[in-house]
């Protein structure tokens, strides 16, 4: 059964042509991230005095060009995208298996803890969750571990929604009446059967929060709340690239049009993934 | 249709209250005083500064002397912007965040809707597929990205409109702003539309108007219309709060004296008591729009209305 569910997902996935493009740019986008940098002899915190906020071109390498302290905008590009990648990531792992844990206690459980669980989150839900992360910055300062705490606690709602709902449906499978039957604990049960069961349709659903977040980390770093100098994310350099744009448009255009690219992407194919997963929506 | 409202009102106060107090309550045990700097203040001058924001008193004196004059409108005075109190802030910026984010926003919602039903009516044809491909395009690109793009187009390059700058009441000032502010809401507008509208049109009730030869246009703008906007309207919170969000980045990047250029200066110093006001006003605006929706839901969909 799971077999197949996987298998027609696939098939339904690779048929798509706006799948595979984005998918295919992706991957290369990971690719130039981790190992762009060797290819381009310029290091990330050089300053080359002779070639201040240069334009792009192949003298000395500066295929991006450079910045106002002269630094590759090729190689500090690539870094920052690194950066905004492992934020992704790890915030979207952060809001994973808090969305998987409460999701899965509110569906199983069920009645009046259910209730009380789900009206959380929706009073969440309904809050100005930025404003939330950006008031933590001003409580606690300005750290980078906070802000993969506070961005990830902000994408967990919408992941424990559909955990939950997937719970509630296993809840009544006969392997759960077994499990029930056997003598095992309510704890015991949500770990190993519920877990397990939810989590594939609910990692499709993750990867849709892959892009909000990092677009919210660069959101926050744009506006010198996130990321801190000498570190940069993309964020950061938008920032830097907006200020010089006049004289110096490229500043701006390279680190920009590499998240545009990546977010698109990964919107593209977090949708079409879902549409794979989801026959109901496949019109 | 009364006693629903008074239902939702009665949920959404006690929200607003939970969400002043853990504000509140988080400022006050945060490390660190409104009153560190660089160099340390000779302890009288502290011990003065303390008594004149009422820091000195106990907790709660201090939470209910929050509440209280939250209730009258003041938020307390700025502990950066000396001189000025958060809601003499709040005015000031108020007007112009809420003319861009108006416009915005009935920009969005008109444009978007219409997109969408365009979109729905060219089902699967090249129409379709380049509409919502650019609505991709419109939710993923970020408005920071989007406001220097478009600053560097039509400022710089065509010199068409000014790239950054506030001057009372000129509207050329306003445009790139609120264009950066429409795409997004715009484009999620034109998907939820588009969806719901595929949605509608496979319904029983549907079939049977155009079987009984019904013109599109009338099937469209009688029948099909009002359920398909229920999904619109359950947007309308998430969009104003997106719009409130882009706000933060477009006035910090054009210059305009919004609230949201306000908050984030006011994120980047530490004001607390600005930062506290501005999270207060912004959850007051969300959960007053939830309200909105609620009522528009109801009135939309009768079947809300009767079901308790």
């Known amino acids: ?283 | 249709m009364l006693r629903y409202f008074l239902k939702r009102l009665g949920g959404a106060i006690p929200t607003l209250f939970i969400i002043v107090t853990l504000s509140f309550l988080l400022i006050r045990i945060a490390p660190g005083g409104p009153f560190d700097q660089e160099k340390s203040l000779p302890p009288q001058i502290l011990a003065n500064l303390q008594s004149a924001y009422g820091l000195d008193q106990p907790l709660w004196v201090q939470y209910t002397r929050y509440l209280r004059s939250l209730l009258h409108g003041d938020f307390g005075p700025s502990f950066r912007y000396k001189d000025f109190t958060v809601t003499e802030l709040i005015g000031q910026g108020l007007p112009v965040t809420a003319e861009i984010g108006a416009a915005a926003l009935i920009l969005a919602l008109t444009l978007g809707m219409l997109v969408g039903i365009l979109a729905a009516l060219r089902h699967d044809r090249p129409a379709d597929y380049t509409l919502m491909t650019l609505a991709v395009a419109g939710i993923a690109v970020p408005s920071f990205v989007v406001l220097p793009l478009l600053g560097l187009l039509f400022g710089i390059y065509v010199h068409w409109l000014p790239v950054a700058g506030w001057e009372p009441g000129s509207m050329r000032h306003l445009i790139l702003p609120i264009v950066t502010l429409t795409l997004p809401p715009l484009a999620y507008v034109a998907r939820l539309t588009r969806a719901s509208f595929l949605d509608v049109l496979q319904r029983p009730f549907i079939r049977t108007a155009f079987a009984m030869g019904l013109p599109m246009r009338v099937v469209i703008l009688r029948h099909a219309l009002r359920p398909a906007l229920i999904p619109v309207a359950g947007y309308l919170a998430p969009a104003v709060a997106s719009i409130m969000t882009g706000s933060l980045v477009v006035e910090s990047i054009a210059g305009l004296p919004g609230v949201g250029r306000y908050l984030v200066q006011g994120a980047l110093n530490r004001d607390y008591t600005l930062v506290l006001g501005m999270v207060v006003l912004y959850s007051a605006i969300l959960v007053g729009m939830g309200l909105l929706v609620d009522l528009l839901y109801a009135w939309l969909d009768p079947r809300i209305r009767f079901e308790r």
Do not use: K
Request: aromatic share 8%.
């Open chain 1, 1 to 283: 059964m799971t077999e197949t569910l996987w298998g027609t997902a696939r098939r339904r996935l690779l048929a798509n042509r706006g799948a595979r493009i984005s998918l295919g740019i992706i991957v290369a986008l990971v690719a130039l991230t981790v190992m762009g940098p060797w290819l381009n002899p310029n290091r990330v915190e050089t300053l080359d005095w002779s070639f201040v906020a240069a334009d792009p071109g192949f003298v000395h390498a500066h295929w991006f060009g450079t910045d106002r302290l002269g630094r590759d905008l090729y190689v500090r590009t690539l870094a920052g995208a690194r950066v905004s990648m492992i934020v992704g990531l790890v915030a979207s792992a952060v809001s994973l298996s808090l969305g998987l844990m409460y999701g899965a206690i509110a569906g199983y459980v069920g009645g009046r803890t259910d209730d009380v669980m789900m009206r959380i989150v929706e009073i969440l839900g309904g809050l100005p969750l930025i404003f939330f992360v950006i008031f933590l910055t001003v409580v606690f300062g300005r750290n980078e571990y906070l802000l993969f705490v506070s961005i990830g606690a902000v994408g967990w709602l919408t992941l424990a929604r559909i955990v939950r709902g997937q719970a509630l449906s296993i809840r009544r499978q006969e392997y759960i009446e077994a499990a029930i039957a056997s003598g095992a604990g309510t704890a015991r049960i949500i770990c190993t059967h519920v877990l397990p069961n939810v989590i594939g349709p609910v990692i499709v659903y993750a990867t849709l929060t892959v892009p909000q977040i990092i677009l919210l980390e660069s959101f926050l770093s744009f506006l010198g709340l996130g990321i801190q100098e000498p570190r940069a994310s993309l964020g950061t350099l938008i920032a830097e690239g907006a200020g010089e744009m006049e004289a110096a448009p490229w500043i701006l255009l390279a680190p920009g049009a590499f998240l545009t690219l990546l977010l698109v992407c990964l919107n593209i194919f977090g949708d079409r993934l879902r549409d794979a997963f989801d026959a109901g929506t496949r019109r």
